[in-house]
C-alpha cells in the first residue's frame, strides 16, 4: 500500500462546477501539504502550501487538512477550461523537506 | 515560469551509456532536488543537496549520481543506463533546507533505447 493514496481520475466536470479532490495518507508523521498542478509536458506548479490541520483559501482554491482522518481536500470554484490539468497531493515529516506525492488526479474541465 | 531551469529538454541516448542532466535553481534558492517521474511509480524523490552538501537521500540507484556545485547549479549523473530509466527527471528548488516551498522546473525527458 503507497503512502499517499490518490484516485487516479479521470475527473470530468462542466466549466462553473467546483472540483473536489482529495488524498489520503498513512503516515501519521506528516505535517505539511501542499497541492501541485502540472500541465502536459510541465513540471508541477505550487498552488497551496499548508501546515497542520485546517483550511486555507487563496482565490478559487480551497485546502483543507484534517490530520485526525489523515484526509486533505482540494476545491477548485468556478471551474475553467485552463484548470483541465493533473492535481498531485505531495506531503512532508517534520524532518526536512523531503515530499511524498500521491499518484495524481487527470481533471478535464468541459467548455 | 517558476524560476527554475533544468537543460536539456530532452535525451535519447542507448542501453549502457551515461548522460548528465542540468539544473538551475531560482535565484536565492540555496536548496535543489531531483525527483524522477514515471507511469507506473509516478513522482519520486532522489536526492537533496542544500548549499554545496547532499542533506536527504530517496531512492536513487547507486548508477545515479548528483552533485551541487559552489554557483548553486546541480547535475544528476545516470550512467549504465538501462530501458528502465527512461523518465521525466524533474529538479526543485527551494529557499531553506527544511519547510519552504518546492519550485519545481519543467524537467529533462529521457529515453533510453
Known amino acids: 500500500q503507497k503512502e499517499v493514496e490518490q484516485d487516479p481520475g479521470p475527473l470530468s466536470v462542466p466549466e462553473g462546477a467546483i472540483v473536489s479532490l482529495n488524498c489520503t495518507y498513512s503516515?501519521?508523521?506528516?505535517?505539511?501539504f501542499m497541492w501541485y498542478r502540472q500541465y502536459s509536458r510541465k513540471g508541477p506548479e505550487l498552488l497551496m502550501y499548508?501546515?497542520?490541520?485546517g483550511n486555507k483559501e487563496d482565490g478559487r482554491f480551497t485546502a483543507q487538512v484534517d490530520k485526525s482522518s489523515k484526509y486533505i481536500s482540494l476545491f477548485i470554484r468556478d471551474s475553467q477550461p485552463s484548470d483541465s490539468a493533473t492535481y498531485l497531493c505531495?506531503?512532508?515529516?517534520?524532518?526536512?523537506?523531503?515530499?511524498?506525492f500521491g499518484g495524481g488526479t487527470r481533471v478535464l474541465v468541459k467548455p | 515560469d517558476s524560476g527554475v531551469t533544468q537543460t536539456p529538454k530532452h535525451l535519447i541516448t542507448a542501453t549502457g551509456q551515461r548522460v548528465t542532466l542540468r539544473c538551475s535553481p531560482r535565484?536565492?534558492?540555496?536548496?535543489v532536488y531531483w525527483y524522477q517521474q514515471s507511469l507506473d511509480q509516478g513522482l519520486q524523490f532522489l536526492i537533496q543537496?542544500?548549499?554545496?552538501?547532499?542533506?536527504a537521500k530517496g531512492n536513487i540507484l547507486e548508477r545515479f549520481s548528483a552533485q551541487q556545485f559552489p554557483d548553486l547549479h546541480s547535475e544528476l549523473n545516470l550512467s549504465s543506463l538501462e530501458l528502465g530509466d527512461s523518465a521525466l527527471y524533474f529538479c526543485?528548488?527551494?529557499?531553506?533546507?527544511?519547510?519552504?516551498?518546492?519550485?519545481f522546473g519543467n524537467g529533462t525527458r529521457l529515453t533510453v533505447t
Open positions: 535565484s536565492g534558492d540555496l536548496s
Open positions: 503516515n501519521s508523521a506528516f505535517q505539511y
Open positions: 505531495a506531503m512532508s515529516g517534520a524532518a526536512g523537506n523531503k515530499l511524498t
Open positions: 499548508t501546515y497542520s490541520s
Open positions: 543537496y542544500y548549499n554545496g552538501e547532499e542533506r
Open positions: 526543485a528548488s527551494s529557499a531553506l533546507e527544511g519547510h519552504s516551498p518546492l519550485h
